[in-house]
């Protein structure tokens, strides 16, 4: 019984958490390459995602990207997947998706 509770409020302190890394499509559609850093974090939302893709980031002297969560439902065909954003020097350097 324990158990079963425990689990319960695993799952769901994992889904409140994950939805505060979720990017809003519409959000993600109005980013450009070139927009400076402090304009695209009037967008986003409070805290990246902590699932990271292993994939080949954009490199460059200086350059970061951060990910952010597409959906925070489990059962959702986009979960796992990521939008990540690359800034250099204050800018928004690139943008995409990456999936599992």
């Known amino acids: 019984m324990t158990g ?9 302190w994992e889904t ?7 990017l809003d499509p519409r959000d993600y559609a109005r980013l450009e390459v070139g927009q400076p850093q ?3 974090r009037r967008l986003l939302p409070e ?3 902590g699932l990271r ?13 951060e990910y ?11 979960s796992g997947d990521a939008y ?10 690139s943008l995409d998706t990456v999936t599992p």
């Open 4 to 12: 079963a509770v425990l689990s319960g409020a695993l799952m769901v």
């Open 16 to 22: 409140m958490s994950a939805s505060r890394s979720v």
């Open 38 to 40: 402090s304009e695209v």
């Open 47 to 49: 805290r990246q995602t």
């Open 53 to 65: 893709q292993p994939t080949d980031e954009p490199t460059g002297e200086g350059t970061t990207c």
């Open 68 to 78: 952010y969560a597409m959906t925070a439902d489990r059962f959702d065909d986009r």
């Open 84 to 93: 990540r954003l690359c800034f250099r020097r204050g800018t928004l350097v």
